[in-house]
């Protein structure tokens, strides 16, 4: 059924949760398994006083966090470290690998959350073309 996956991983518990969800079921088909690990850039300026943007430097430990959760389930996974929006990098990854499934984690944001997470390019299910798994409890299914 799915024959590539792409797992999107940030580090949080949901995101672990949703790695988790997305591994076993891409073991179970035999899929194809590609880890983007998302996070934010810091916007700083830099000595001539123009904004420029960095990775923060535990950015790294967090890729290679998902990609040893996502092999110690038999996977042989491949992946890339990308800064930005995640609605906008998964869409252009999810066409670029051209996958079947996209895993994400699920965590319920209030209100005020919301308001505060800045400009939003609508859900991620209205950009994608292929399906979308939204891990949103720890499910019991057996490693």
Sequence with gaps: ???????AYDGTQEGR??????????????AEVFLLA????????????SPATAVPES???????????ARKFGLTVSGNLVTGDPIV???????????DLVVVGHRKKSML?????????G???DHLECSLL???TDVDLPD
């Design 1 to 7: 059924m799915y024959k590539k996956v792409l797992l």
């Design 113 to 121: 959350e919301r308001w505060w997470s800045g400009p939003s390019h």
């Design 89 to 99: 990098e998964i869409k252009s990854w999810a066409e670029k690998l051209d996958v």
């Design 134 to 136: 939204i891990s949103k």
């Design 59 to 69: 950015s790294n430990e967090l890729f290679q966090d998902g990609l040893e959760r």
């Design 17 to 30: 949760m949703a790695l988790r969800e997305g591994a076993l079921l891409a073991r179970h088909f035999g």
């Design 123 to 125: 859900f991620l299910s």
């Design 38 to 49: 998302i996070v934010p850039s810091v916007i700083y300026t830099d000595a001539s006083g």
